[in-house]
């Protein structure tokens, strides 16, 4: 048996709406609170006024190094943060669950690789799925680890990738995976991802953890941060921000 509880204030509106549609009221169909917040939506080069930024050119102070805690051990350089090889992964201090992303990466603009070996990095959502940055401008390699896929999970519905050197943007909205008590999943991780304004993945179901050998699984986490992988490549990143929702 389904138990639905309902609010004085939701009892009221749907006794009040039920009244007006006998009557053939029009107001029958208009609900005026909850009234939704003010946010000023910013532009391409501010973000929202209820975003939290995570890199606005400045400095990594909301940022750790993944191996160890401590500082970064990446570059930033004129309002632009880039990947140094060998340093590891960087992940945000914050930690996080359903969210909006936005995020500005571009690849070398020298090629010297192909593949897997081109521009690679990635974003990993709650430091376990990753959405894939590679440089995919007429660069062959497996269709899902390539750009914008869900790494070894998603094909991205399109190609989006423009020409080494050149920004890209990701926008995301990420739903985090919920878990029962005894450990076992609730429900899956989902996502959506634009990439430069191309829909690529259309609230996909993620499978589990991103593995790079062996098949996705899930197992019991809380709120984890964002990470940025170091893959080795000088990947760069700039006005990174995010929306809990």
């Known amino acids: 048996m389904k138990i639905i509880f309902l ?14 549609q006998q009557k053939g009221d029009p107001k029958a ?11 000023d939506p910013g532009n391409m080069h501010h973000a929202p006024s209820d975003a939290i930024i995570l ?3 400045k400095n990594l102070n909301e940022w ?23 340093t590891g992964d960087i992940k945000t201090k914050q930690v996080f669950e359903d969210c909006q992303l936005h995020i500005e990466w571009r690849t070398p603009a020298k090629v010297e690789s192909e593949g ?13 799925y990753e959405l894939q940055v590679l440089d995919n401008y007429k660069n062959v390699t497996y269709s899902n680890g390539q750009a914008g896929s869900i790494y070894k999970q998603h094909i ?13 943007t990701y926008d995301v909205i990420f739903t985090a995976p919920r878990f029962n008590e005894d450990g076992s999943l609730k429900s899956a991780a989902r996502i959506t991802v634009l990439h430069n304004n191309v829909l690529v993945q ?3 179901e993620i499978t589990g953890r991103t ?29 990174i921000w995010l929306r809990k929702l």
């Open 7 to 20: 609010t004085a204030a939701s009892i009221l509106a749907f006794t009040t709406i039920s009244n007006a």
């Open 29 to 39: 169909t208009e609900v005026w609170t909850p009234v939704p917040p003010m946010v």
């Open 55 to 57: 890199f606005d050119g």
């Open 64 to 86: 750790v190094s993944a191996r160890n805690g401590g500082a970064p051990g990446w570059s930033v350089e004129n309002g632009i943060l880039t990947v140094k090889g060998g």
């Open 116 to 128: 897997q070996g081109r521009g690679n990095s990635g974003i990993f959502f709650m430091e376990n």
């Open 156 to 168: 991205p519905l399109v190609n989006a990738s423009k020409a080494p050197g050149e920004w890209q």
């Open 202 to 204: 259309n609230n996909v």
């Open 211 to 239: 593995e790079y050998i062996g098949a996705p699984s899930y197992k019991k986490h809380g709120p984890l941060s964002i990470q940025l992988q170091d893959h080795g490549n000088p990947v760069s990143f700039r006005n």
